[in-house]
């Protein structure tokens, strides 16, 4: 009998009758003997719905006093799914206990709508699931240390999942999503973009930080830290498939022993001038300009910023990066030869990342993805 943490994305929970699929799906984990714990999100839409209600009444602040309380709100959510499925598996006749992230309780920073999980207390899920309940535990959200109720920020379903994996020691966190595994690209760009049966936690930090949006960032960087047996796979399967064949499928994050990390990028000018390149996400350019200009530049004494909205990042990464040589050279050529200028270039030992105008990118990533004989079967 293995301890399983399930996670099941907004999508997944969109709905009474897909609600009612994960709980089918929960149970037959369930009757084969496993303990099951469930960490859902909100239904797809639920948290955008709240924040905009919020907004209507004001404009959003960036303050404790309002962030606290757009964190009770939000953290709603995931609560009203989480009774659904506790509800849904009564039905299918399992007994289940549904706890909000305070109720376990799940301790974080003060940091509001980005806290950051501290510690987590796994007796209470102990003690049910040696009752024989499946255990639904709230994403998205904890409290801290003066009672508040406290959110992880967007994504951070993934990383509840992946920490209360981590403090039980469960055998395995399972990812259930709407897209079955990680694939070699957007299949949505480039059809011919194959399902990778496995990806190392390197890479897939890697992939994660440039915008792959399969796994959020901080849930790879916590089943990394705690090594956390992680699998990507597709609630959208029936969901009585056979448990073994459910059990393979997907995609397994694996570990990797070595743990190198990339290093901050500077170039040096010939005049002895430091230049710092960097990109932010587009929704985060006018505040970080605005922090640039207004404390960065004074207390620097820079010379001056400069930005620029019309660009996107393109990423090849790849563990065998490390022993084969030719591959950045490979990239460059694939690009040149389309005619697409590289404005910036960025490394590690298992990244070559480039930065293009943006009006290229889809051309860039079938150009790359053909180069690379992606679309071919592995080995």
Sequence with gaps: MALIVHKYGGTSMGSTERIRNVAKR???????????????SAMSGETNRLLGLAKELAPPKSNDATNRELDMLAATGEQASSALLAIALQAEGMDSVSYAGWQVPILTNSAYTKARIESIDDQRIRADLAAGKVVIVTGF?????????????RGGSDTSAVAVAAAMKAD????????????????????????????????????????????????????GKYK?????????????????????SGTLITFEEDEKMEQAIVSISKDGKTDFSFTVNRND?????????????????AQE???????????????GMRSHVGIASKMFRSLSEEGINIQMISTSEIKTSVVIDEKYMELAVRALHKAFDLDQPAA
């Design 172 to 223: 395995e966190c399972l990812i259930y999503t709407d897209v079955d595994g990680v694939y070699t690209t957007d299949p949505r760009v480039v059809p011919e973009a194959r399902r990778l049966h496995t990806v190392s936690f390197e890479e897939m930090l890697e992939m994660a930080s440039m915008g792959s949006k399969v796994l959020q960032i901080r849930s790879v960087e916590f089943a």
């Design 228 to 248: 956390v047996p992680l699998r990507v796979l597709s609630s959208f399967t029936p969901w009585d498939i056979d448990l073994n064949e459910e059990a393979k």
């Design 305 to 319: 910023v400069l930005g620029d909205t019309k660009i996107c990042k393109v990423s090849i990464v790849g563990i």
């Design 141 to 153: 959200q904890g409290i801290d240390d003066k009672g508040h109720i406290t959110t992880l920020g």
């Design 26 to 40: 929960v149970a037959k984990w369930a009757r084969a003997g496993h303990q099951m714990v469930v960490v859902p």
């Design 285 to 301: 350019y006018a505040r970080a300009m605005d922090l640039l200009k207004d404390k960065v530049v004074p207390a620097l004494g």
